[in-house]
């Protein structure tokens, strides 16, 4: 089973950027979209930012231009550029793919912005 892993994550003051990537353990086929979600302590897990297979994009209100997803030509890695982060960005952030109608996830990455 294809495996998607997160990196990029850390800790940055607010204002800082980070750049998130998400690989794919071996080739995917049937990818209908790519996403990334993130999820606060206490908190559910929240849509930030996809790409769809025709190359649309959506984003969550609260990235307010700050982030942008994008993705190789071949599904190998998308990544999520955030930009202006606030500590209320501060969470662990999940790559998800839809495959043929089916969900899968990574193990997340925790980005933390603090003073």
């Known amino acids: 089973q294809v495996q998607l892993v997160e990196s990029g994550g850390g800790s940055v003051q607010p204002g800082e950027s980070l750049r998130l990537s998400c690989a794919r353990s071996r080739s995917i086929y049937g990818v209908n979209s790519m996403a990334w979600y993130r999820q606060a302590p206490g908190k559910q897990r929240e849509f930030v930012a996809g790409i769809t297979h025709g190359a649309n994009f959506k984003y969550a209100d609260f990235v307010e231009g700050r982030f942008t997803i994008s993705r190789d030509i071949n599904w190998n890695t998308v990544n999520l550029q955030m930009n202006n982060l606030k500590p209320e960005d501060t969470a662990v952030y999940y790559c998800?793919?839809?495959?043929?109608?089916?969900?899968?996830w990574g193990q997340g990455t925790q980005v933390t912005v603090s003073s």
């Open positions: 998800s793919a839809n495959i043929r109608g089916a969900t899968i």
